[in-house]
């Protein structure tokens, strides 16, 4: 049974911290793109970050960029979103996805490319909350 897990939401003040993981089950990460997205109330799903298990590239969105860090430990078949200097803008309900890599024929590693991925599988959300 394929599973994506996603946790380590709550609340947190502004400038805190929170890190999110997003655990995977029934298959590996292996040759795959993993992103974090987030949806906040009233609002499109933004890709937030994505990350590709073959190289490590990273894509991050500008309203996120140099706050937060995406990383995989292929070990535990598990990404982390640690997300630094909180907003109240950051108050969403955040996402983790995955996509084979092998179904695409093109794209820049790194780039928004791999967070506009049709994604395959999807975990429930978990909501995280920013105080100000």
């Known amino acids: 049974d394929v599973q994506l897990q996603a946790s380590g939401g709550g609340l947190a003040q502004a400038g805190g911290s929170l890190r999110l993981s997003c655990a995977a089950s029934g298959f590996t990460f292996d040759d795959y793109a993993i992103g974090w997205f987030r949806q906040a109330p009233g609002k499109e799903r933004e890709g937030v970050s994505c990350i590709t298990s073959t190289d490590d590239s990273t894509y991050y969105s500008d309203s996120v960029k140099g706050r937060f860090t995406i990383s995989i430990d292929n070990a535990k078949n598990t990404v982390y979103l640690q997300m630094n200097s909180l907003k109240p803008e950051d108050t969403a309900v955040y996402y983790c996805?995955?996509?084979?890599?092998?179904?695409?024929?093109?794209?820049?590693?790194?780039?928004?490319?791999?967070?506009?991925?049709?994604?395959?599988?999807w975990g429930k959300g978990t909501l995280v909350t920013v105080s100000s």
């Open positions: 996805a995955a996509d084979a890599l092998d179904t695409h024929t093109w794209y820049e590693p790194g780039s928004e490319d791999v967070c506009k991925f049709d994604m395959t599988y």
